[in-house]
């Protein structure tokens, strides 16, 4: 059973900085793509930034510049680091994985909450 634990969720001021964790329950090389998406109330969930097994990383446009997604293979882990964080970033964080002929797999979610 895969699993998908993350963590590092919080409040913080505008222009503050948060690091989400995705911890898997078992080897992170199982998955070809990982990834954050994020949903706002009443907003459809849209991807934050996505890391292939190679590293090769990608972005949504409203993050370019202040998120940077990295993994940390020897902990099966992968973060999302956050600078300059905008109250329109306020969402639940969502980690995603993707394996070979498998359904997606997503964690639980961790809140992002920002005051201005």
């Known amino acids: 059973q895969v699993q998908l634990v993350e963590s590092g969720g919080g409040l913080v001021q505008a222009g503050g900085s948060l690091r989400l964790s995705c911890a898997t329950s078992g080897s992170i090389f199982i998955f070809t793509d990982m990834g954050w998406y994020r949903q706002a109330p009443g907003e459809e969930r849209e991807l934050v930034a996505g890391?292939?097994?190679?590293?090769?990383?990608k972005y949504g446009d409203s993050v370019k510049g202040r998120f940077t997604i990295y993994r940390d293979n020897a902990k099966n882990t992968i973060y999302l680091q956050m600078n300059s964080l905008k109250p329109e970033d306020a969402a639940v964080y969502y980690c995603?994985?993707?394996?070979?002929?498998?359904?997606?797999?997503w964690g639980k979610g961790t809140l992002v909450t920002v005051s201005s």
């Open positions: 995603k994985a993707d394996r070979p002929f498998d359904t997606p797999h």
């Open positions: 890391i292939t097994t190679s590293g090769r990383t």
